[in-house]
């Protein structure tokens, strides 16, 4: 079936500091990704839309200057989170539409601590 | 607008027992319904999809849910739950017709021995 790897799974970084997220596809074409925050016992929060080739398409509220989103290739997105603060500590998973059976394949998330 | 409701934060179940996870949905249009599951730390897995069709969807790991229209319900059930079933269950819609998905609150399923 379709997989999608996330990378890290687990990174800790200083305030102020920038972290890159990486989501591939590994055996399919994804044109389409989405990365998602889940706070603590809560839902996931859709952060953006990323189009392969184009600019990524924010929810509204969330920071387009501070989330960067690159999709630069068919098999990969990656999500900066720019000058990082502690509020932006959360579980940030992404997924991508490949799999014909159900469309839609989730990374395995990166719980991101700033400190 | 499109949207999901688990009216449950958690379900307890006792292993072997039938077990039903509860999600309502508001949509406009034909809905398309998913379930998902997720262990700490992790991402989702994907459990069953509603488009269209049979009312009544076969997942995997055992898992079913029945699509009620009348009712706006698509409620996950198992025959006899497992411990290793315990997790966090969401039901999710598709956007109108983006790819969107919108997620409901979650449900944490806890099975007890």
């Known amino acids: 079936g379709a997989v999608v790897s996330q990378h890290p799974s687990r990174v800790i970084c200083k305030s102020g500091t920038s972290v890159k997220i990486e989501c591939r596809s590994l055996d399919f074409q994804a044109t389409t990704m989405f990365w998602y925050r889940q706070f603590p016992k809560k839902s996931l929060m859709l952060m953006a839309t990323s189009n392969e080739g184009s600019k990524a398409t924010y929810e509204q509220g969330v920071e387009k200057d501070k989330f960067l989103i690159n999709h630069a290739s068919l098999t990969l997105s990656t999500l900066t989170v720019t000058s990082a603060h502690p509020e932006d500590s959360s579980f940030y998973i992404c997924?991508?539409?490949?799999?014909?059976?159900?469309?839609?394949?989730f990374g395995s998330g990166t719980r991101l601590t700033v400190v | 607008a499109q949207s999901v409701a688990q009216p449950e934060d958690q379900v307890n179940v006792a292993e072997g027992n039938p077990l039903t996870v509860k999600c309502t949905y508001s949509?406009?249009?034909?809905?398309?319904l998913f379930w998902y599951v997720q262990y700490p730390n992790r991402g989702l897995q994907f459990l069953l999809k509603?488009?269209?069709?049979?009312?009544l969807v076969k997942g995997s790991y055992g898992f079913e849910a029945e699509f009620n229209k009348s009712q706006t319900s698509f409620h996950l059930k198992k025959p006899s739950a497992l411990v290793s079933d315990s997790a966090l269950y969401f039901c999710?819609?598709?956007?109108?017709?983006?790819?969107?998905?919108?997620f409901g609150t979650g449900t944490r399923l806890q099975v007890f021995p």
């Open positions: 997924s991508a539409i490949g799999d014909r059976d159900h469309g839609y394949t």
């Open positions: 999710a819609v598709r956007y109108l017709n983006t790819d969107k998905l919108i």
């Open positions: 509603y488009i269209t069709g049979d009312n």
């Open positions: 949509v406009s249009g034909n809905p398309y």
